[in-house]
């Protein structure tokens, strides 16, 4: 299999696919700008041919073929406009897929949540292909096409005319100088003020319980006035020079008109060449007008270049790897050693383990001794940082994901459902089976309960499942889980938010699962469910402190602990001796 190609330049690839597409708009932009040159021409001629002999004819000619010519430019900007907007479409169907995972496996296993930012700039920059800013790139190659037809009306006018672009010139430059460094730190800022918004709107219910809107508001407030500071600073400065380039550019078609009927008084042109040398004279400035104008929409679509540049050279592309035969559930964990992303510190050590298909492992012990991490680790979703966790032989990690992802169930602590209906969060947002969802719901008690809603299975749940309870989120949880019978479930936490008839119907869905055969974790700080169980795995600070069968295990760690120095210590000690 060929290698992939390298991050960084797969947005360079994406846009070079397009090349044959960018080469017919600039045809397009040089026939455009050809025609550009009909207006000066045009009224050259009515000045130097049409008012001295008074042909009428020759007028209607003129005029008739200068405006057949504008009907032609106006239809190649159209062909290069359209040209553009498929060019920004391709580049969004063919890197939507690889941002939306590059963002995911961001923040699944680097740590760091993009949010919905890779997303908006490649937006940005789909907005600068289709916008003015793009034709003005287009159109500077033409300037010194202008500049040599101004040479040729005469030198004089080249001459105020090259100095006038100079002139522009340095001003885009300053424009670009003075502006880069606060829009850059402004537009870092932005993107992290917004993903801090995201993030304080997902907790809105805890915010307002404990009045702390107001507190985050003013913390919020903080970053998003340097925001506000830096981008009025730049925008000051970019206004300044904007309006400079402006007055210069107007003052110049002034001069040239000047200059020319200066020439004319003197004999030297024909008025008009005073005309035409003024039209040109805009004309050639146009572009340079139009970069500076549209420099911000040009930095910020740079700037989420570079911010999407660097999130897929720091995510590389998923590896397609060869499909593995279905697996059975046969689990086995080899000296894991697992950090979170994001830390540095390692939150298990040196876990091994090893389930037959059918068997149950439930996972005690206290707060922060990694219980959490092993589900993640045993799922695939963080990586190991040294050791293998293998389902059926195979290191989990090399299993292509869609394909592995419909024999595993996975219930996290925090249930999160999404946008859509109860049956579409049941059957994964794939296609649904209706007797597979039935199915589900019923293996996980949730069925009646369902039928409860104002829609049954076609209930529209909402972004995060807001509209049912804590325990209701949590069954249709286990029914998502357990749904098209997995063979490896992980259950962490699953009765957290259940009530007692739910927490019977989990038990049942237990037993169900091992019936069929399938490989169950189940984490838990309730005992009353480990009695589903075969064996009984306790974590203490990452480590393993004991494995073995549940009874056994459990037996071990409910025994009542002796003071030492009692009678009853003495006692057991030299029973022991």
């Known amino acids: 299999m060929p290698s992939p190609a390298h991050p960084v330049d797969e947005l360079r690839a994406a846009l070079k696919?397009?090349?044959?597409?960018?080469?017919?708009?600039?045809?397009?932009?040089?026939?455009?700008?050809?025609?550009?040159?009909?207006?000066?021409?045009?009224?050259?001629?009515?000045?130097?041919?049409?008012?001295?002999?008074?042909?009428?004819?020759?007028?209607?000619?003129?005029?008739?073929?200068v405006l057949g010519l504008y009907l032609l430019m106006g239809a190649l900007e159209v062909l290069r406009s359209r040209i553009l907007v498929r060019i920004s479409s391709r580049l969004d169907l063919t890197m939507n897929a690889r941002l939306f995972m590059a963002s995911f496996d961001a923040g699944l296993r680097g740590g760091r949540s993009t949010g919905s930012q890779p997303m908006q700039d490649l937006g940005a920059l789909r907005g600068f292909l289709t916008g003015p800013g793009l034709l003005g790139f287009f159109d500077a190659p033409w300037i010194p096409v202008y500049m040599a037809v101004l040479f040729i009306l005469h030198p004089l006018i080249g001459m105020v005319a090259l100095v006038g672009a100079a002139l522009l010139a340095v001003l885009a430059v300053a424009n670009e100088l003075v502006t880069r460094k606060p829009l850059g730190r402004a537009n870092q800022l932005a993107?992290?003020?917004?993903?801090?918004?995201?993030?304080?709107?997902?907790?809105?219910?805890?915010?307002?319980?404990?009045?702390?809107?107001?507190?985050?508001?003013?913390?919020?407030?903080?970053?998003?006035?340097?925001?506000?500071?830096?981008?009025?600073?730049?925008?000051?400065?970019?206004?300044?020079?904007?309006?400079?380039?402006?007055?210069?550019?107007?003052?110049?078609?002034?001069?040239?008109?000047?200059?020319g009927a200066y020439l004319a008084v003197q004999h030297i042109v024909t008025p008009g060449v005073m005309i035409a040398g003024s039209i040109l004279m805009g004309r050639a400035l146009a572009p340079i007008d139009m970069l500076i104008n549209s420099w911000k929409t040009f930095q910020s679509a740079r700037s989420a270049y570079v911010r999407l540049e660097n999130l897929l050279q720091l995510v590389p592309a998923r590896e397609r790897r060869m499909s593995l035969p279905a697996p059975l559930g046969r689990l086995s964990l080899e000296h894991v050693v697992a950090t979170p992303p994001g830390a540095q510190v390692p939150v298990l050590k040196r876990v091994s383990l090893q389930l037959a298909p059918g068997e149950s492992l439930g996972v005690i012990g206290p707060s922060a001794a990694g219980k959490s991490t092993l589900a993640r680790v045993?799922?695939?979703?963080?990586?190991?940082?040294?050791?293998?966790?293998?389902?059926?032989?195979?290191?989990?990690?090399?299993?292509?994901?869609?394909?592995?992802?419909?024999?595993?169930g996975y219930l996290p602590q925090d249930v999160e459902l999404f946008d859509g209906t109860v049956k579409e969060n049941i059957a994964r947002f794939g296609d649904v089976n209706a007797e597979q969802v039935v199915d589900a719901a019923q293996r996980a008690g949730a069925h009646d309960m369902i039928?409860?809603?104002?829609?049954?299975?076609?209930?529209?749940?909402?972004?995060?499942?807001?509209?049912?309870?804590?325990?209701?989120?949590?069954?249709?949880?286990?029914?998502?889980?357990?749904?098209?019978?997995?063979?490896?479930?992980?259950?962490?936490?699953?009765?957290?938010?259940?009530?007692?008839?739910g927490e019977a119907a989990l038990t049942r869905?237990?037993?169900?699962?091992?019936?069929?055969?399938?490989?169950?974790?189940?984490?838990?700080?309730?005992?009353?469910?480990?009695?589903?169980?075969?064996k009984v795995l306790v974590l203490k600070d990452g480590t393993v402190s004991a494995l073995g069968q549940r009874d056994e295990i459990l037996k071990q760690v409910t025994r009542p602990r002796v003071p030492e120095g009692s009678a009853v210590a003495s006692l057991a000690g030299r029973g022991s001796a």
């Not at 319980?209 to 600073?233: D, F, I, P, T």
């Not at 829609?455 to 749904?483: F, H, K, N, P």
């Open 451 to 501: 039928h409860q809603l104002p829609e049954a299975y076609d209930t529209y749940v909402g972004v995060g499942g807001t509209v049912l309870s804590g325990g209701q989120r949590q069954r249709l949880g286990l029914a998502r889980a357990i749904y098209g019978r997995p063979v490896l479930v992980v259950l962490d936490e699953p009765n957290s938010n259940l009530d007692e008839q």
């Open 378 to 408: 045993v799922l695939g979703v963080w990586p190991v940082a040294s050791g293998t966790v293998r389902l059926d032989g195979a290191d989990i990690a090399v299993w292509n994901r869609e394909e592995l992802g419909p024999y595993v």
């Open 17 to 65: 696919a397009s090349r044959v597409s960018f080469a017919f708009a600039a045809v397009f932009s040089l026939f455009i700008n050809l025609v550009l040159l009909a207006p000066a021409l045009y009224m050259l001629q009515v000045y130097d041919r049409v008012l001295t002999s008074g042909s009428q004819s020759t007028l209607l000619l003129l005029t008739l073929l």
């Open 191 to 259: 993107v992290a003020s917004n993903q801090s918004i995201e993030g304080n709107l997902r907790n809105a219910e805890a915010l307002e319980a404990m009045g702390m809107a107001q507190n985050l508001h003013r913390r919020w407030l903080v970053r998003h006035l340097e925001v506000l500071r830096l981008q009025s600073l730049a925008s000051d400065r970019a206004g300044t020079l904007t309006n400079a380039s402006k007055t210069l550019r107007v003052m110049l078609q002034s001069l040239v008109l000047g200059v």
């Open 509 to 534: 869905a237990i037993e169900r699962l091992r019936a069929d055969g399938a490989t169950v974790l189940l984490i838990t700080h309730r005992p009353s469910v480990l009695k589903t169980v075969d």
